[in-house]
T-cell receptor, first 113, second 108 residues
């Protein structure tokens, strides 16, 4: 049982390049989230999804797009990467029960030069 | 708007000393509050939630609506408690907002 898996774990991009981060969960969870973690700022919510086919903006959505075509996958896209998007990205998911427990991936470290 | 504030970036205590990690929140409704922990080389994970009024690994947290606080406490810190601690606030259990985190260092 893998839980929440993020790929890739590390990536270096040049300014202006595009890439997609994939989050996959095998727990049949409805809700999925993308956060970025920066020193001194904690985790900030980028986008989230409350179910297949739905997405919504979080605190810092600019420069990112997301898609939830399949329930188990939540993709985070950077169309034109900028150095300000250098960060560690975390995906999380949770089930229907309102327990407040988010299950996190291991994180993806992205560097934009 | 800052919804969750953790004023301390780093908290160092000696083993056996009491520890209190501060968390203040701003929310007009009934808050759902949580503490998450990230141990070295491990995933971020739920430590405890205020609605359960539970004690996990000796940690407790009391919601004080008057002071809008949800401080995490433990009477006797252990070295294995060294980790990054995040306070989190949930809006309708859809959006989860995290504070900036406090690194707890328990010295032997």
């Amino acid at each position: 049982n893998a839980g929440v898996t993020q790929t890739p774990k590390f990536r270096v991009l040049k300014t202006g390049q595009s890439m997609t981060l994939l989050c996959a969960q095998d727990m049949n969870h409805e809700y999925m989230y993308w956060y970025r973690q920066d020193p001194g700022m904690g985790l900030r919510l980028i986008h989230y999804s409350v179910g297949e086919g739905t997405t919504a903006k979080g605190e810092v959505p600019d420069g990112y797009n997301v898609s939830r075509l399949k329930k188990q996958n939540f993709l985070l896209g950077l169309e034109s990467a900028a150095p300000s998007q250098t960060s560690v990205y975390f995906c999380a998911s949770r089930g229907q029960m309102n327990t407040g427990e988010l299950f996190f991936g291991e994180g993806s470290r992205l560097t934009v030069l | 708007a800052q919804r969750v504030t953790q004023p301390e970036k780093l908290l160092s205590v000696f083993k056996g000393a009491p520890v209190e990690l501060k968390c203040n929140y701003s929310y007009s409704g009934s808050p759902e509050l949580f503490w998450y922990v990230q141990y070295s080389r491990q995933r971020l994970q739920l430590l405890l939630r205020h609605i359960s009024r539970e004690s996990i690994k000796g940690f407790t947290a009391d919601l004080n609506k008057g002071e809008t606080s949800f401080h995490l406490k433990k009477p006797f810190a252990q070295e294995e408690d060294s980790a990054m601690y995040y306070c989190a606030l949930a809006y309708n259990f859809n959006k989860f907002y995290f504070g900036s985190g406090t690194k707890l260092n328990v010295k032997p």
